[in-house]
């Protein structure tokens, strides 16, 4: 029984659970933050994003190893 | 819901209740959004093809790499390098479009241009107040390449209509465009060309031996055999951090694509090319934002007072400036 889908489908699944995670948390504090003061959206808006990007980033890591396992 | 019922003069605003099953109160907007899902999810079933038994297996056909359309010498020319090539024409025709037809008051496509440059013009001059207008053309540059790179892979016949090429011996269908951001050696020459950026801004804003002293000497400098290897390492991630989030979001998303393409027929990838044309404009703006950060965090020793001595007037002359370069 050949293994390699589950591994790759693993390999994303499990790496999604962190970023999730992380993405909410970060998201809600945003949401929170701009309810309190909405005049901050734009001082918010580029840490926001980078802050978004870099926990995404792992979700990525997880996705090219699970491309890898089942691509090479 | 009930006590609705009860007292109905209570909520004017709120749309009567056509029926109610049990203790729902059925809404005419809530039946009409009933009825066009249904709708919708019918012609979906109805249009979708047959499973055929045979070709069920091999659902969508997915390369990791770029495939080879023909040779140039020795330079073998791969479907993502027609994508960049086509993200280039578009690009270099616009800024020939801007550059001859451009007005004080913008018009429709001209204030479209500009948006990039003002929004990204503005973050910058916020983190770069003194050295702006020497880091402002690079990061748009990689900003506009990036969106456009992305947003190929959106045109309809990208990744559909293809041509058989023979790939390690067999018979394959190799599509006529990759979008450039799905192949690897795109996002990874950014990276580099970003990674040169920002080494080469720390060591003009430092001096040379400002930032080997910062790359390689810890604060406490016994610390040094333990911090610098540490150092070193995150230095160099970024280009594969960089490289790789470019790469994944983008082939991810041509994958989405194909899936929803091939699983579903009308109404459904419509919805998901929406989402994609997000994605691929926050992905540009992340990777010009991250090599932005870059060179900010390369910039920002200790040592950087040399040109400060602007004032505020100089601010102003520079925010003629960028008037000027975007008109």
Same mark, same amino acid.
């Given at each position: 029984m050949d293994l390699t889908p589950l591994a790759a489908g693993l390999a994303i699944g499990l790496g999604a659970l962190g970023p999730g995670i992380g993405l909410g948390l970060g998201v809600s504090k945003a949401m929170e933050a701009l309810g309190r003061n909405p005049e901050a959206s734009g001082a918010l808006f580029v840490p926001y994003v980078l802050g978004l990007a870099l926990t995404e980033a792992v979700a990525i890591y997880a996705l090219v190893i699970g491309l890898l396992i089942l691509f090479t | 819901m009930s006590d609705e019922a009860a007292e109905?003069?209570? *909520?004017?605003t709120q749309s009567k209740p056509l029926f109610q099953i049990g203790p729902v109160a059925v809404s005419k907007m809530l039946a009409a959004a009933v009825v066009v899902l249904a709708g919708l999810l019918a012609l979906a079933v109805w249009l979708t093809p047959a499973e055929s038994e045979e070709h069920s297996e091999s659902l969508i056909h997915v390369a990791i790499k770029g495939e080879a359309l023909f040779h140039l010498g020795p330079i073998a020319v791969t479907n993502s390098m027609i994508g960049t090539l086509i993200a280039t024409v578009v690009l270099a025709s616009l800024a020939f479009w801007a550059s001859r037809n451009s007005a004080v008051v913008p018009g429709r496509l001209q204030g479209f241009l500009e948006f990039p440059l003002d929004f990204l013009g503005g973050v910058i001059k916020a983190q770069h107040p003194t050295r702006w207008r020497a880091i402002l053309p690079a990061i748009i540059t990689i900003f506009l390449l990036v969106l456009v790179a992305n947003y190929v892979? $959106? $045109?309809?016949? /990208? @990744?559909t209509i293809g041509v058989n090429v023979v790939e390690d011996g067999h018979e394959a269908v190799a599509p006529l465009i990759r979008p450039a951001s799905a192949d690897l050696n795109f996002t990874l020459a950014l990276a580099l060309i970003a990674f040169v950026l920002f080494v080469s801004w720390g060591i003009r804003a430092n001096g040379l031996r400002g930032y080997l002293k910062e790359t390689f /000497? &810890?604060? #406490?400098?016994?610390m040094t055999p333990l911090m610098t290897p540490i150092h070193i390492v995150s230095e160099l991630s970024r280009i594969i951090s960089l490289s790789m989030r470019l790469f994944g979001n983008i082939f991810a998303g041509e994958i989405l694509l194909a899936v929803m393409l091939a699983l579903t027929f009308a109404v459904v990838p419509a919805l998901f090319l929406g989402l994609e044309a997000i994605f691929g404009a926050v992905q540009a703006l992340v990777f010009a934002l991250l090599t932005l950060t870059y060179i900010t965090l390369a910039t &920002? @020793? *200790?040592?950087? @007072? *040399?040109?400060? #001595? *602007?004032?505020t007037h100089a601010h102003d002359a520079d925010d003629v400036a960028l008037r000027a370069a975007a008109h």
């Open positions: - | 109905p003069g209570q *909520h004017p892979g $959106l $045109l309809p016949g /990208v @990744g /000497v &810890a604060n #406490p400098p016994y &920002a @020793g *200790h040592g950087g @007072g *040399h040109d400060e #001595p *602007h004032d």
